[in-house]
């Protein structure tokens, strides 16, 4: 199940105005704490932040929006972000490069994620091809990819390390995104 949080509503209840920007570091911590509030009242495995009312986010509020809820989200959620413009995704992918972290990205008008931040090469082919087929065992992407099983592991693991498919058993599933 997902849990959708909308961003926009959680800033004008943070600020108590019409805002529709994300800059200083502290709303960006107040919208945070929001959304771990969200989560811990909630059972569902996935969090999709929607920023679609959003008009700014700037680095420091990409920090402590994203970044900082990547890494003290409980392991058991998956975050997918929605509604970002190209000037969010530049910011987000930015902060994200700098942590070394990931987040799956639903572009307008896709059901299909790209992933901001960092992976491994490997790791980001791994998960273009299992977003577009579906689950997958090690053997099965080893195949489509005409890779070797242990390069194929390796991607694998760290998709799953940052919260990127989901393993079931030996196969791997994509993140739920709707």
């Known amino acids: 199940m997902i849990q959708t949080i909308r961003i926009g509503l959680l800033l004008r209840e943070a600020v108590a105005a019409p805002y529709r920007n994300l800059v200083t570091r502290p709303t960006g911590a107040a919208v945070r704490n929001r959304i771990e509030a969200t989560l811990a009242d909630s059972n569902c495995l996935t969090a999709l932040l929607d920023f679609s009312d959003i008009e ?3 680095l420091s509020c990409a920090d402590e929006v994203v970044a900082k809820l990547l890494l003290t989200v409980r ?4 975050v997918v972000l929605q509604g ?5 995704h530049e910011a987000i992918d930015h902060v994200l490069t700098h942590h070394r972290l990931a987040v799956a990205s639903v572009p307008p008008g896709s059901r299909a994620p790209r992933l901001l ?3 491994p090469a490997d790791a980001r082919e791994a998960f273009t091809c299992i977003s577009e087929g579906g689950p997958l065992d090690v053997s099965g992407l ?3 990819l005409d890779w070797t099983f ?3 592991r390796e991607a694998l693991d760290d998709l799953a390390v940052h919260r990127l498919v989901q393993p ?7 993140i739920q995104t709707a």
């Not at 392991?75 to 998956?78: D, G, N, P």
């Not at 970002?84 to 969010?88: F, G, I, S, T, V």
């Not at 079931?168 to 994509?174: A, C, E, N, S, T």
């Open 84 to 88: 970002l413009r190209e000037d969010h």
């Open 56 to 58: 700014l986010v700037d």
């Open 75 to 78: 392991t058991a959620y998956f």
């Open 150 to 152: 242990s390069r194929g």
């Open 168 to 174: 079931v058993g030996q196969l791997y599933y994509p």
């Open 117 to 119: 931040g960092w992976v």
């Open 142 to 144: 080893c195949h489509n």
